[in-house]
């Protein structure tokens, strides 16, 4: 009496538990030889212990790399099993004997077996299903499918059994997801808004420099100071992957120019429509910009936000030096920040669309709105003059796609993926970044870490010091 | 002369063992920017831009990190079953990365710029 109560009760749990499983929560790993091992479910029973069905299937290949299962084994820490149960779903897989371990022969681990397995494998297709019970906390478990001698194991993770669990909702509400977005709370950085899930940072660790001369078509000091701009964007997205904001913080550290220059970036390509994005935080003070009602720049083909049209506006010239900031001696000016909001349409553009890792920022010359620089081989926006290219010292070439470089493809602009220091006035990149040269010409593969404050990498004495 | 043969062999030594970067200065270092001669198809960019592709067994997110574990490039959502192509720009020195997964910690050589990977 006692066993059919007990069967019933069994019984009764598995469908209870199949009833739970969603078929797109499964999650199924490979042994090989043929055979898949397939986590259905995973049920918290809010009593310190966790219900957990595996089926395993067979495809009914045959040859000598699919043998008959000759054991099915799990790895589970000794007293932490119990209410093992094999159930065949479809074929005729018998098996002789259960060890409840924990010691398993031949297997690399410790848990339970079923042993003396017939008819799945080696041409024979079939499936079971495996239900038990874990005592505690879930844990990693390996699945053996021993066919021949070869164990074919696969790992499942904590992780796995708490995604099949999470999936399809059964657990006790210990990791919920508030906001419903697909996203859970324990990796929802808005756990309150369905609309966003994630950041995302470039760079990923902390600002990046970018770094201008500004005499372009005409070969500068090449001190590289006269626009030093930190910058750092960050990108919203939700749980599908699409794009909700974008984020870009400029800090405007230094320029050693006398021209009274702007700064502005593109990002994406021409497939994202103008039309699409919100534009707020630019700061205009002349009178030489045209933006169209969402605060992208009017005449673009692709989206073009202009950050500052004039850098002596943002920060007051506090006499003495060449600009500020990069003249030792001169008065010190704290930075300005330009923070840039863009709102996207929802639903429509993802973080590969946006690639905001390849943004295009430029330099606007002197409130030149045709006159512009850019990184070496970005292109122009489509208000540059074209007519500058290739005149005094810059060769660019777009049949070439060469774009912002001199005969010897030296650049006017260069970006760093972390904050540098920069040069003083008139102190050439070189003498103050002494693996730069030998990087650039060993064409990037000696030091491609020459901004990093290694010994023998920077000669201080030509760097601006914050005084 | 026979304490001689030693220190000589000693020094030998131990010029033997000098790493080549401290002996010997970079043949361009010093020069000045302008007399540079840099190949046209070289990528000033400090960063080089890759593909990833993934697949997972279920619906989670991946965690692309630096191979030290300091820094997470970046965070997507993959979908169980379907190719996910990442573009990501990480730094020109980065060898490898690590995917983080469903409590998997994969090591992966950035051994291209296209980079594929099936989860299991």
Redesign the interface.
């Known amino acids: 009496m006692k066993t059919i109560s007990t069967t019933i009760i069994a019984f009764l749990l598995l469908i209870s538990i199949n009833a739970k499983a969603t078929p797109g929560c499964n999650l199924t790993k490979t042994n090989g030889g043929g055979f898949t091992t397939t986590i259905e479910s995973v049920v918290n029973n809010c009593n310190s212990t966790y219900t957990i069905s595996l089926l395993v299937t067979h495809n009914g290949a045959g040859g000598p790399t699919n043998k008959e299962l000759s054991h099915f084994s799990v790895e589970a820490i000794p007293g932490t099993y119990t209410n093992v149960s094999l159930a065949v779903i479809t074929g005729s897989m018998t098996y002789s004997s259960y060890t409840a371990g924990p010691n398993l022969g031949v297997d690399p681990f410790q848990g339970f077996k079923f042993d003396g397995t017939n008819n799945i494998g080696d041409g024979v297709a079939g499936s079971f299903r495996v239900t038990y019970t874990i005592i505690g906390n879930l844990q990693n478990q390996r699945v053996s499918c021993k066919a021949g001698t070869d164990g074919q194991i696969v790992n499942f993770t904590v992780a796995d059994f708490e995604s099949v669990r999470d999936c399809n909702n059964t657990n006790c509400n210990v990791n919920p997801d508030t906001d419903g977005d697909g996203c859970n709370d324990n990796v929802d950085q808005y756990p309150n808004d369905a609309t966003q899930c994630m950041d995302n940072y470039f760079p990923a660790n902390g600002y990046g420099t970018v770094a201008y001369e500004d005499l372009w078509p005409a070969k500068g000091d090449f001190d590289f100071n006269d626009l030093i701009l930190d910058y750092r964007v960050k990108v919203i997205t939700n749980a599908n992957n699409f794009v909700k904001e974008a984020y870009f913080t400029f800090i405007i550290k230094a320029f050693g120019a006398g021209y009274h220059n702007g700064f502005g970036f593109q990002i994406g390509s021409s497939s994202i429509l103008n039309s699409d994005l919100t534009v707020t935080g630019y700061e205009l003070k002349e009178n030489y910009i045209n933006l169209l009602s969402n605060g992208t720049e009017a005449g673009q083909s692709i989206p073009t936000i202009i950050a500052f049209d004039n850098c002596y506006k943002q920060m007051q010239f506090p006499g003495g030096g060449i600009g500020i900031n990069t003249t030792p001696g001169a008065p010190y000016v704290t930075p300005d920040t330009v923070k840039i909001k863009i709102a996207f349409t929802q639903n429509k553009y993802t973080l590969n669309d946006i690639n905001a890792n390849t943004f295009n920022p430029f330099l606007i010359v002197n409130q030149n709105r045709s006159v512009e620089v850019h990184l070496p081989d970005y292109h122009p926006t489509d208000l540059a003059n074209p007519a500058l290219f290739g005149t005094n010292d810059d060769r660019t070439n777009p049949a070439q796609n060469k774009y912002y470089k001199t005969e010897n493809n030296l650049p006017w602009a260069i970006n760093v993926y972390q904050v540098i220091d920069y040069l003083i006035e008139k102190q050439d990149i070189s003498s103050g970044y002494l693996k730069f040269a030998p990087w650039a010409e060993s064409n990037g593969s000696l030091y491609p870490d020459w901004f990093i404050d290694n010994s023998g990498y920077i000669d201080q004495s030509k760097i601006y010091q914050n005084q | 002369m026979r304490k001689f043969l030693i220190l000589f062999f000693i020094a030998s030594v131990m010029f033997a063992c000098t790493k080549e970067d401290d002996m010997i200065k ?9 007399e ?12 080089r ?1 890759y593909t990833i592709t993934l697949k997972g ?5 991946v965690k692309i990190v630096s191979e030290n574990n ?8 993959i979908k ?1 079953d379907v190719d996910s ?5 990480l ?3 980065e060898k490898s990365i690590r995917l983080k997964y ?3 910690d994969i090591l992966l050589p950035l051994s291209s710029i296209n980079v594929n990977y099936i989860f ?1």
């Open positions: 970079a043949p361009s270092e010093g020069k000045a920017f302008k540079l001669n840099v190949q046209s198809n070289f990528d000033w960019k400090t960063t831009d067994y279920a619906n989670s997110i300091q820094t997470v490039y970046q965070s997507t959502m169980k192509k990442i573009k990501i720009s730094p020109a020195y469903m409590g998997q299991n």
